[in-house]
């Protein structure tokens, strides 16, 4: 019952990365808007929420991932009410970035429940399966929920179904405690990280030089802190072990995103269909990741993560090729979603496995950061350039290749 109460919490916060998407055409003819607004009415949400996991992992593994957990979810509900009622897109912007605010708590909370409650691997990667099975519901639900729902009430109501799930995951969760960590914080070091990775998204959404700048005096400024820090935001060596992890979670996430970006509005603004008729054109792309992470949960508890990840970025690189290249959508859209059923469950699994004691929250985090970073640069990259769907197949592609030697270079390095 606990695995359902913070698997519902974070179906709520995957839920928001892609519900709103779908009611883009429906929020522009409400509250006008352009294209730049459009995307950060979606990026709002994604750059706060990737931003601030960093720090949601480091408060919850500090201050307990059961408190840290409940404090999301409740801000997360109360949030989303007055998105609903948001008179302008400037005040919905705004609200979207605290919600990914919330989010990032409740993230950071989950991960350190998840390794609480599962202290044995093997238990803990069928429970991820589990818990990825249940949040790829949400992927699929978002586009087609969003859909219907902007049909028939428009795009306030796709936040007025947040408030009820909150409540029962709180609900569910009222009796789990969590003990206080021994982890200390650099707030410094925490803010420094934020404002980099909203000066990097607003560079790229905007096009703007001097965020670019800033967003590069931002970075040395973090280098230099980070490394006088006490309380580093980033343990010691973790990035320099799973770095492959970490690009691959950034790549997949740019492709989903920014593949869910452009296709809304090629089948809404080009193809005319409806919001729910679009949410329904996606389900060949969402629905294999709600039932495929169950597979890959029972795969990497039997054979490590890097099976999966690698078999996954391939199935993602032949989707997006297949969509940039022919006609119909939906069997390249399977092949995508199988793809991602694949890395996104193993690559959690991964990096709480190897996450030091007291810290799986921060692991969880660092992973989550990077994924959403992906997800922002995918729907800024691929709302500007030519050809987007080709542009992240290559990309993707060479992500592929490089994990594939990241991993035989790791098996090289074990000692027989």
Known sequence: MRMFGFSLAYF????????LTIALPDLRASLGGSLAGQQWAVNAYTVAFAAALLTGGAVADRYGAARIFKVGVAAFGVISLLSAAAPQLGVLIGLRALLGVAGALCTGGSLGLLAELFPVPADRARATGLWAAITGAALAAGPLLGGLLVDLFGWRAVFLINP?????SLLVMRAVR??????RIDWQVQALACAFLGLVAEALIEAAPVAALAALVTLAALVLVERRSHAPALPGGLLAATWPELLAGTVANFAFSGALFVLTLLLQDTLHLTPMAAGLAF????????VNPLLTGRLVARYGP?????????????????????EPLAPWLVVMGF????????LMAGM???APPGTAGTAGGVLNAFRQVGATLGVAVMGVVGRPLLVAAVLAALT?????????RARAAVPV
């Open 283 to 290: 389900l060949p792309l969402t629905l294999p990741m709600t």
């Open 339 to 346: 793809g991602l059923s694949f890395v996104l469950p193993a």
């Open 352 to 354: 709480v496995n190897s």
């Open 164 to 168: 009820p799930i909150a409540l029962v």
């Open 178 to 183: 969590s003990p206080h960590g021994e982890r």
């Open 400 to 408: 592929c290749f490089g994990y594939a030697l990241a991993a035989r």
């Open 306 to 326: 890097r099976p999966p990840i690698l078999g996954g970025l391939a199935l993602i690189t032949a989707g997006l090729a297949g969509l940039a290249l022919t």
């Open 12 to 19: 709520l916060v995957i839920l928001d990365t892609t519900v």
